[in-house]
């Protein structure tokens, strides 16, 4: 009978990451105010709205509404028109950053947000499948020599290495981040009409592995090690030519999760055919060379990595920043200690 053995795995983000339920915000459905984007619960907004029935009313003409003027107006605009107050409204608040939005660009005219995948009690978290993919393709590249592992059947090692959900994070944890793309031909990165809700950068996320058989808990043993070896692949391969300054130096078994963090973070680079893909995709949306860096914004953060005090961010983070504590991340990077259970 093969033995069943445990392991702690502790996530650190080093940057924004985004884990997405496949939903969004839409510009009606949350209020800025206060410094703060408040996603309020509509059932209790709908209920308290239903004690004035004028006010109910106007509020459902104004969900239905196609007309331009009301069509462009914000939730938080038309409750103040209506003179409805209260926002005692059950839901939660993200805290303004400051890195939402390019300059010049008013905070409460957002696109829709993109939500981060929350559990049934409304706490966000990560599923297992997004940090297992993470580890998949760090195996893939380093311990199988490029070569499809067994999947399927009694054979399959994937089915051997059994990732939890991750424990639940506060709401606190959330910050609202904007995509940007950084083409190194160009001299600063691009904003993009993209904005999600992410964990900020050194959010403590942590998971329990379980591993069936010898195989699979060297696997997780050497993961560090790997996970190393993956890395100095994807700086040589792609990281090499950004630009030092957009570059995060410190780290400690680096991976990268979630949408956002770009192809070279995903990739079997033993089968991926760039010259395919190019063929496949569309003139207009074909990727030149290997493709632009994945970056976005928040706060910067200062942490201790082995005794010493980094910073997550480079001191010079681009003309474009609308804060001095406001820095460039690349999205999706953490890392990582794993450690089996009797050790712990």
């Not at 459902?60 to 914000?74: D, F, G, P, V």
């Not at 893939?140 to 020599?145: K, Y």
């Not at 808990?217 to 630009?243: P, V």
């Not at 956002?260 to 010259?275: H, M």
Request: hydrophobic share 30%; charged share 30%; aromatic share 12%.
């Amino acid at each position: 009978m093969q033995q069943y053995r445990e392991f702690q795995f502790i996530l650190r983000t080093l940057a924004p990451v985004f884990i997405g339920n496949g939903e969004t915000y839409k510009q009606r459905e949350y209020i800025y105010e206060n410094n703060k984007y408040y996603f309020p619960n509509f059932v209790t907004l709908y209920q308290k709205l239903a004690a004035k029935p004028r006010q109910q009313e106007a509020f459902e003409n104004y969900l239905m509404s196609s007309r331009r003027q009301e069509k462009n107006e914000r939730l938080g605009e038309f409750l103040r028109r209506i003179d409805f107050t209260d926002r005692d409204l059950g839901g939660y608040a993200i805290e303004r950053t400051g890195a939402e939005v390019d300059v010049g660009i008013d905070l409460d005219r957002l696109n829709e947000i993109a939500k981060f995948i929350k559990d049934p009690q409304g706490q966000p978290y990560i599923p297992g499948s997004s940090l297992k993919g993470a580890i998949r393709t760090i195996l893939l590249n380093t311990r199988f020599g490029y070569e499809e592992p067994h999947w399927g059947g009694k054979d399959d090692i994937c089915h051997n290495i059994r990732v939890s959900d991750s424990e639940p994070l506060a709401l606190s944890s959330l910050i609202i981040a904007k995509k940007w793309d950084y083409n190194k031909r160009k001299p600063d990165p691009n904003p993009l009409p993209l904005t999600r809700e992410c964990l900020k950068p050194f959010t403590k996320v942590t998971f329990t592995i379980t591993t069936v058989g010898d195989e699979a808990a060297d696997l997780i043993n050497g993961l560090s090690k790997a996970a190393d070896g993956f890395y100095k692949q994807y700086e040589a391969r792609f990281l090499k030519d950004l630009n030092s300054k957009y570059r995060q130096h410190g780290y400690n078994h680096p991976i990268y999760l979630g949408g956002g963090s770009g192809l070279w973070t995903k990739a079997n680079y033993g089968k991926i055919d760039l010259d395919r893909i190019r063929a496949d995709t569309p003139r207009r949306m074909k990727m030149k060379g290997n493709g632009v860096f994945k970056l976005t914004k928040a706060k910067r953060v200062a942490y201790k990595l082995r005794s010493v005090k980094q910073n997550l961010v480079a001191e010079n983070s681009g003309k474009r920043d609308t804060e001095a504590n406001i820095g460039f991340y690349e999205m999706g990077r953490c890392c990582f200690s794993v450690k089996e259970k009797s050790d712990v």
